[in-house]
């Protein structure tokens, strides 16, 4: 009989610590970091630098609804350029970086929360292009343009591809009509809304040859209650149809 209220005794302490450790610390603040990656985010001014209130887009207001319904404080940052502050998320505890493509080799370097959108990727030629391009290893012969440190020119490189990458994806709108590549690989629907923004319409699909979600990415010592938090929200909103107004919002 003992031996029993003991065994229930210290089950029920188990459970008491477990769930003490479940809680999340009402202090407990996650830095977060993006870039300008139109219509999913944005600096309201342009620029390449803006702070909280300042940042819109898509998956900004998506993960403020996120953070708010879950409780967790957070900052939030829009920086350049993409490989630093991907860099910082990677090594940095309590960092989180968005959007970007939750990809096989990128698995273990984070814990996820998403999808927060979808991001295919396609091959965009000017309007008045000949080009007929079925696969990748087609496109080889030609010059493509992409987004420097971006999962869509990482892919263009492991497939045996050379593109000409920029530091901003909205450059490559310009080169295209310029001549100076003949093809754009970039996200559907951020390159024609970066398009838009640079006065260039007109662009025809070429090639779809990738479907991508796309994810918040935090740092590997986020707690795990926090990942699942914000998951849990973020699951909600799909369900509630937040998340699909927020997109259409902007399209």
């Known amino acids: 009989m003992c031996k029993r209220l003991w065994l229930a005794a210290a089950s029920a302490l188990l459970l008491m610590t477990s769930a003490a450790r479940a809680e999340i610390d009402p202090n407990y603040n996650v830095v977060l970091l993006t870039e300008n990656f ?127 990458t920029s530091l901003r994806d909205q450059e490559n709108a310009k080169k295209l009509m310029a001549g100076q590549i003949d093809l754009w690989a970039t996200g559907d629907p951020a390159g024609r809304y970066l398009a838009r923004q640079e006065g260039v319409s007109g662009l025809k699909t070429i090639l779809r040859f990738n479907s991508a979600q796309l994810y918040l990415a935090l740092n590997k010592d986020v707690p795990d209650e926090v990942v699942q938090k914000l998951q849990s929200e973020l699951d909600k909103m799909r369900a509630e149809g937040i998340v699909d107004s927020i997109l259409n919002s902007y399209l």
């Open 38 to 164: 139109p219509p999913y985010n944005m600096a309201i001014n342009g620029k390449n630098f803006a702070q909280e209130d300042n940042v819109d887009g898509i998956a900004v207001d998506v993960v403020r609804e996120m953070f708010k319904r879950a409780g967790i404080k957070y900052s939030l940052t829009l920086r350049f350029p993409w490989d630093r502050i991907y860099k910082l998320a990677l090594e940095k505890p309590d960092y989180g970086v968005f959007v970007t493509a939750r990809l096989p080799e990128r698995e273990a370097l984070f814990k996820w929360v998403g999808p927060i959108g979808p991001d295919d990727w396609v091959l965009l030629a000017r309007g008045d292009s000949k080009l007929v391009v079925n696969n990748l290893q087609q496109a080889k012969q030609y010059r493509i343009g992409a987004y420097k440190g971006d999962a869509i020119a990482e892919h263009l490189e492991k497939q045996g591809l050379q593109p000409v």
